[in-house]
């Protein structure tokens, strides 16, 4: 098990630019999480997947972000038409989602830094 | 609102002592808090999760304490270490696990 991986690692782009990262959760998870970090500041919730079902986004999560999980393995974040505020780590993770304690233990990945000039 | 509020301070320790972190929520009683490391430039590394009706969880050298009266966790490190020094970030979780809400962190510098 290789653990939640992202790509690209770091990304740095014009404004007005797409930009899209990509997650491979820890195989067999059923969930998947993508949050936002910028410095100084803790993560914030963005959006969420059972299997590929997107259950809930965060108001964060403006119509210029779109995130899909077509198949309820990998997952995908979109960003459209960049803004210098989209300057952040973009963090995934994944968990199992049995619904008990310990079970749920959420496994985040290294991030992915979006830089926008 | 539902906050989680962390020392933004870094906190300086010499190598050997018990390190003390807090976090307090305000608001609500959240049915779980959980500690996470992260390192400069890396993702948040899962350490413990203390239910509300539990006091207290440990795991070798870590320590996570769950007040509810006080709407307090502290998370203690005994035997710090200079390996300990990172960034320790505190978050509740919904009964359902389906998103945490975390507080700034907390640095902690560890001195040999």
């Known amino acids: 098990d290789t653990g939640v991986s992202q790509n690209p690692r770091h990304k740095i782009t014009k404004r007005g630019q797409n930009v899209t990262f990509r997650c491979d959760p820890i195989?067999?998870?059923?969930?998947l999480y993508w949050y936002r970090q910028t410095l100084g500041q803790g993560p914030e919730f963005l959006t969420y997947?059972?299997?590929?079902?997107?259950?809930?986004k965060s108001r964060l999560l403006s119509d210029r972000f779109s995130a899909e999980r077509p198949k309820g393995s990998f997952s995908t974040l979109e960003i459209q038409r960049t803004e210098q505020g989209d300057s952040a780590m973009y963090l995934c993770?994944?968990?199992?989602?049995?619904?008990?304690?310990?079970?749920?233990?959420?496994?985040f990945g290294e991030g992915s830094w979006l830089t926008v000039v | 609102s539902q906050k989680i509020e962390q020392n933004s301070e870094a906190l300086n320790i010499q190598e050997g002592k018990t390190a003390t972190l807090t976090c307090n929520y305000t608001?609500?009683?959240?049915?779980?808090l959980q500690w996470y490391r992260q390192d400069p430039g890396r993702g948040p590394v899962f350490l413990l999760l203390?239910?509300?009706?539990?006091k207290e969880k440990r795991k070798e050298r870590l320590k996570v304490t769950f007040d509810t009266t006080l709407k307090q966790s502290l998370f203690h490190i005994t035997a710090s270490q200079p390996a300990d020094s990172a960034t320790y970030l505190c978050?509740?979780?919904?009964?359902?696990?389906?998103?945490?809400?975390f507080g700034t962190g907390t640095r902690l510098l560890v001195s040999p």
């Open positions: 993770a994944s968990s199992l989602g049995t619904g008990k304690g310990s079970g749920n233990t959420i496994y």
């Open positions: 195989s067999e998870h059923n969930r």
């Open positions: 997947f059972q299997n590929e079902a997107q259950l809930e």
């Open positions: 203390i239910r509300e009706n539990e």
């Open positions: 608001n609500y009683s959240p049915a779980y």
């Open positions: 978050a509740r979780v919904n009964t359902g696990f389906q998103k945490l809400v």
